[in-house]
């Protein structure tokens, strides 16, 4: 069984040394301070799980999300929302997402969807 992968993409979750520290318990993770790198490291890695971070001021990432899913339709994404509009984070939904956390997010929940999630993948 290989370990899975998770990216964590935006620019603070990305820093966040708690969270990733929570995650690398449970699978190898990568970082992207930048949401515009994530389809160049997906393309380059395999990637099991995105942990996206959507900021306000960057409402377009929704539309990256709906790329995403086209181009790597098995990649279940969590999204971190930072207090963005309801339509947002219900556009991400309606385009795969997973799950959606909003900030200020508690670390320890979303490392465990984030093991649910990937044993669930593993499973199917």
Same mark, same amino acid.
């Given at each position: 069984?290989?370990?899975?992968?998770?990216? %964590?993409?935006?620019?603070?979750? =990305?820093?966040?040394?708690?969270?990733?520290? &929570?995650?690398? +318990? %449970? =699978?190898?993770?990568?970082?992207?301070?930048?949401? $515009?790198?994530?389809?160049?490291?997906?393309?380059? &890695?395999?990637?099991?799980?995105?942990?996206?971070?959507?900021? +306000?001021?960057?409402?377009? !990432?929704?539309?990256?999300?709906?790329? %995403?899913?086209? #181009?790597?339709? $098995?990649?279940?994404?969590?999204?971190?929302? #930072? !207090?963005?509009?309801?339509?947002?984070?219900?556009?991400?939904?309606?385009? #795969?997402? &997973?799950?959606?956390? +909003?900030?200020?997010?508690?670390? !320890?929940?979303? =490392?465990?969807?984030?093991?649910?999630?990937?044993?669930?993948?593993?499973?199917?």
């Amino acid at each position: 069984m290989s370990v899975p992968s998770v990216l %964590i993409s935006g620019p603070t979750i =990305a820093n966040d040394e708690d969270l990733v520290r &929570k995650l690398q +318990r %449970i =699978a190898l993770v990568k970082l992207s301070l930048q949401n $515009s790198r994530i389809e160049t490291i997906l393309s380059g &890695k395999k990637v099991d799980l995105l942990l996206l971070e959507v900021l +306000r001021e960057n409402t377009s !990432d929704t539309e990256l999300i709906k790329k %995403i899913k086209e #181009g790597f339709p $098995s990649l279940a994404i969590i999204l971190i929302d #930072g !207090d963005t509009d309801r339509d947002v984070v219900a556009r991400a939904f309606k385009y #795969g997402v &997973k799950d959606a956390f +909003r900030k200020p997010y508690m670390c !320890d929940l979303i =490392a465990e969807r984030v093991q649910a999630i990937l044993e669930h993948s593993h499973d199917s």
